[in-house]
């Protein structure tokens, strides 16, 4: 096994990194956005979820076009969507870089056993 493990996790952290950059620069189109999934869906437990996975599917798309593989953009996608949903539905508290240490330990273990099969 190469180091593929390695790159998808770094550059899955850069693509968390690029959309905070993007969140805090439109957060006034953000703000408007959850207000109106609020507004549709009358819970906010389910704006967070619909937050989430549109965070998801950033970064499938990121990492789909970077790696050229829809296979691996999923995948991140879907392991960054499970860390994020129980760390923030447990509510875990915790510094920026041990959030960014949380899911790159995460991510590249899943991947480490995703590429060794």
Known sequence: MDLAWFY????????????????HTFSDFYIILGERIYKTVNSS?????????LEAIFHVVVLSIVFMSPTIGILAGTI?????????YYD?????????????TIESIFFMIVLAL
Do not use: Q
Request: aromatic share 14%.
């Open 80 to 88: 960054h969507f499970i860390i994020d949903i129980i760390h923030n």
């Open 8 to 23: 998808i996790a770094v550059v899955l952290a850069c693509s968390d990194i690029l959309h905070g950059f993007i969140w």
């Open 45 to 53: 437990f389910i704006t967070w979820i619909i937050h989430e996975l």
């Open 92 to 104: 875990i508290e915790m510094p920026e870089y041990v959030h960014r240490a949380l899911h790159f």
